[in-house]
């Protein structure tokens, strides 16, 4: 870290002064912004900035409203010029957004809804530990923000794991949207860091020098990780917005800012900048180490499952992680567990590597933030839950990731009416639904333990966010009309549909494990005397429009999951077909509503998802067109 000399004191005071004036003049030519808030954090950025190694060293700004002073303070440290800030903010087609983002050179992590950023950090502070490199972390939060349970999480988590690479910088102006976060709600944070094993320390946040030795002695001593409560003032610099909760989300008006400049240190004229910005937006600034590293890794060999065999896709899962990880042991792998190790079946993982396996506790919301944020750092980065909880509970989180560019592998298991006796709260027949919404997340729900084996070694060694979904109970081998297994010496290509059982009078489309289902009810259509296809599909989100329109002119699709039909496999067909012109005769078979509570086998019952019952649909359906 670099020493503070009275020269480069003055040299950050003058770069605050000019920032505060950039933020005042960007948020009011957007006529939209917080600058009170980036006005109250803004010396903690020039410094930090100012004193870090930027190419090992990280800033994760929890509180991404303060975009105004992250972007300026990265510019007067000279990453881009501080003009283009002001000309591009909140503008469409400007790397400069409301809240920070990975775009911007010296952003790691865009932020916007509070109370990632510690978690976030705790994704790169664990990177690091499994690469055995050396840096630090600073992660800056708002007060209020400080309300949020997710920090609790990730406090308990750094505590657990000795995360001393950490320190937290809170930006405590006292004030939130509503008021005086006192009384929003009231919290003694100090109390509660220093409960969770935290040394504690409270400066001036306006004070160049005493915000310096703070800094330095948290990361001089790693005994313990360090919280910077920092006092700060809302809307620091100009007389009439200080303490002013209302500057919080407001910028000035036009009377305002011409009371306001005559305080300001504003580099151009402001008519000049208001020109500035009727021009287009022609920027070339893009942060270059997007998009993250991905490690080179070999897949390794399949691991047969004969059809003698009887497992579940789950345990195929956990066997491929582990093949894949002793495959390559000069990769770094981390897998996070949230107390279910056994179920998700990342035990053998965890035995075998013990120092790559994180166990967070039931804490769900801050191990998918942290696993997606380790994943940019060069690591294989594994997210193992249910399904209800590392997809339903956690879709913020996993939206962020989405957004960051991650390249997390959220392996879920637990899917669908699999988990039956657990009931409602627990069967996640929604899945789909909600990962349909998230841009650049490839799916995969394998229909059998051999294709889980080839999907999850896949996943591992691919760029880019995946989910893998498989269910809880047993799921056959499937084979292939000569009694072959089906994916014996096949590769896993994503997108690629899997034609189980020839037929000509209609197709049945499957998800996932209801394949095996889907075979035994052609079974009994065949005795009857029809002729239906049998289509697998694993790969819900990449089905190629040729298969839907070749289905269609045999005849009725029928579409067989165990997840609601409004949302999932029959929802994507739909709207295949309808966006390429097919004229599809479409029969969902699926969940409606939410399931009851008992035996899986009794609730696939309820919807007439067991073979028989798939069998009976498709023969009346068949039999009225006859």
């Not at 011409?258 to 600034?285: G, M, S």
């Not at 069967?427 to 909600?434: F, P, S």
């Not at 729900?445 to 996943?459: F, G, S, Y």
């Not at 994503?494 to 998800?511: D, K």
């Amino acid at each position: 870290m670099k020493e503070l000399s009275p020269e480069m004191i003055r040299d950050l005071q003058a770069k605050a002064r000019r920032s505060r004036a950039d933020i005042v003049a960007m948020t009011h030519l957007a006529a939209s912004g917080h600058p009170g808030g980036s006005m109250s954090s803004i010396d903690i950025y020039t410094l930090l900035y100012h004193i870090i190694t930027m190419d090992t060293d990280k800033v994760v700004i929890s509180h991404g409203h303060t975009s105004p002073a992250v972007y300026s303070s990265l510019a007067r440290r000279g990453l881009f010029p501080p003009k283009d800030v002001i000309k591009g903010f909140r503008r469409v087609g400007s790397i400069f957004e409301g809240h920070v983002e990975i775009t911007v050179p010296g952003v790691p992590w865009g932020t916007g809804n509070l109370g990632q950023g510690l978690s976030v950090a705790c994704g790169y502070a664990v990177a690091a530990r499994v690469k055995g490199h050396d840096m630090n972390c600073f992660t800056v939060m708002g007060d209020g923000e400080q309300q949020k349970g997710q920090i609790s999480e990730a406090r308990r988590f750094i505590a657990k794991y000795g995360l001393t690479n950490i320190t937290v910088i809170i930006d405590n102006n006292d004030l939130q949207i509503s008021g005086d976060r006192r009384a929003v709600m009231p919290q003694d944070f100090r109390a509660e860091y220093e409960a969770g094993g935290f040394r504690v320390i409270e400066t001036d946040g306006h004070d160049f020098r005493a915000l310096y030795d703070a800094v330095r002695q948290a990361t001089e001593d790693r005994r313990n990780p360090y919280v910077i409560i920092a006092r700060t003032v809302m809307g620091k610099g100009v007389s009439f917005m200080e303490n002013r909760a209302e500057y919080h989300g407001r910028p000035l008006n036009k009377a305002e800012m011409e009371k306001a400049l005559p305080e300001l240190d504003l580099e151009w004229p402001l008519a000049e900048l208001e020109q500035l910005r009727k021009e287009p937006i022609e920027e070339k600034i893009r942060n270059k180490d997007v998009p993250w590293p991905f490690p080179a890794l070999s897949q390794g060999g399949q691991r047969l499952y004969e059809k003698t065999i009887s497992t579940d896709n789950r345990s195929a899962l956990g066997f491929a992680l582990l093949d894949t990880a002793k495959k390559n042991p000069d990769v770094p792998f981390a897998v996070f567990d949230c107390d279910l190790a056994g179920s998700v079946k990342t035990e053998a993982f965890a035995r075998e590597f013990p120092q790559n396996f994180f166990q967070a506790g039931i804490a769900e919301h801050h191990t998918a933030a942290m696993a997606g944020a380790a994943s940019t750092q060069g690591v294989v980065s594994v997210f193992a839950d249910f399904g209800i909880f590392g997809v339903d509970e956690t879709y913020n989180q996993q939206r962020l990731n989405a957004i960051n560019k991650s390249h997390l592998k959220l392996f879920c298991t637990h899917l669908g009416l699999d988990v039956g006796e657990d009931g409602k709260t627990h069967q996640c027949i929604d899945y789909l639904g909600l990962l349909r919404n998230l841009e650049g997340l490839s799916v995969v729900i394998p229909v059998d333990p051999n294709e889980t084996d080839l999907a999850a070694r896949w996943a591992l060694s691919s760029p880019g966010n995946v989910m893998i979904g498989v269910g809880r109970s047993k799921t056959p081998v499937l084979t292939d009309l000569d009694g072959r297994e089906y994916f014996a010496g096949r590769e896993f290509v994503y997108g690629a549909a899997h034609h189980l059982r020839p037929g000509s009078q209609a197709t049945l489309f499957s998800l996932g494990a209801m394949s095996a289902s889907a075979v035994t009810a052609w079974e009994l259509l065949q005795k009857e005397g029809l002729s239906v296809e049998v289509v697998g599909v694993s790969c819900p989100f990449a089905i190629d429009p040729a298969e839907i329109r070749e289905a269609a002119a045999r005849g009725p699709v029928f579409v067989a999951e165990d997840h609601l039909l409004t949302s999932g496999l029959a929802a994507q067909i739909a709207f295949v077909a309808a966006t390429c012109s097919i004229a599809v005769d479409l029969i969902p078979m699926g969940v409606r509503g939410f399931p009851p509570s008992g035996p899986s086998e009794s609730c696939f019952r309820c919807f007439d998802l067991h073979p028989q019952g798939l069998a009976t649909g498709i023969s009346l359906r068949l039999k009225e067109l006859l």
